[in-house]
């Protein structure tokens, strides 16, 4: 009985889906919008199929500036978030830091990098990755001051030193917090590529979306659009996977209430 609910809770939001989508064109069609204002959902799918093949390579090019940045800010950014949630010295010296250096909008941020390391595949690579350390930094952190000071006392009392409680106590339950975070940071990670790649590449999503404006090839336009949403939810719902695989102990809920 559970399962079939599921699936009727599957198929309504598919249809929701679906709905928004032929809303979408019924207006368009209606309103007698043209296609370089509003191009219809139909004419992105048909210009999507069409130039599908054209489009691969940008598409490779883009994952995988952006799964690189990923990486790389997910890994500094979590070393980072350890080191800030256990010491208090290091919250009070390295928390404004970041958060002045996130608050820094990174399109004045890819020109510094044109200049150090030229136009190509290394702006949006570096773009991607300072766009993904601040959420990761602060939910590892978040995640390790949760850890209660009676249970530290507790362990201390036992013999067990600073690194063993943060390893065996501290980790684990930032799990859920961590996994929160990359969530934010792989959709993060794809404004940053494309910022980076309309600035700065002759290569990528970002560079074709920025040529089809040029040229007023507003279908070509969304299917980028679509393509970058496409990748954007596959990603999500990969690290959604691995979370209920990893920290799946933390879920007390495996469904939103319903109102």
Not at 25 to 50: D, F, K
Not at 136 to 145: E, H, I, M, R, S
Not at 217 to 236: I, R, T
């Amino acid at each position: 009985m559970e399962f079939v609910e599921k699936i009727r809770q599957k198929l309504a939001a598919a249809m929701l889906i679906l709905g928004v989508f032929v809303v979408w064109e019924i207006a368009c069609l209606l309103m007698g919008i043209p296609e370089i204002v509003l191009p219809r959902p139909t004419v992105i799918l048909e210009t999507l199929s069409a130039r599908l093949p054209q489009l691969m390579p940008h598409v490779l090019q883009t994952l995988g500036t952006t799964l690189t940045g990923f990486v790389m800010g997910v890994t500094v950014g979590m070393l980072l978030g350890a080191i800030v949630g256990s010491s208090r010295v290091a919250y009070d010296t390295a928390y404004p830091l970041l958060v002045g250096f996130s608050s820094i909008p990174k399109v004045a941020v890819v020109p510094i990098f044109v200049l150090w390391f030229g136009s190509g595949t290394v702006p949006a690579v570096l773009t991607s990755f300072i766009i993904c350390i601040f959420p990761v930094v602060v939910n590892v952190a978040t995640g390790l001051a949760t850890t209660e000071p009676e249970l530290e006392d507790v362990l201390k009392s036992l013999g067990a030193k600073k690194r063993e409680i943060l390893w065996n106590v501290g980790i684990p339950r930032a799990m859920p917090y961590f996994f929160a975070s990359l969530k934010v940071a792989i959709t993060l990670a794809f404004v940053g590529t494309v910022l980076a790649e309309t600035i700065a590449s002759n290569r990528g999503i970002g560079n074709v979306m920025m040529i089809a404006t040029s040229s007023f090839d507003v279908p070509l336009v969304f299917s980028g659009l679509f393509l970058l949403a496409l990748l954007g939810v596959a990603l999500y719902l990969v690290f959604s996977l691995i979370e209920r695989r990893v920290a799946g102990w933390a879920m007390r809920k495996s469904e939103l209430p319903t109102l």
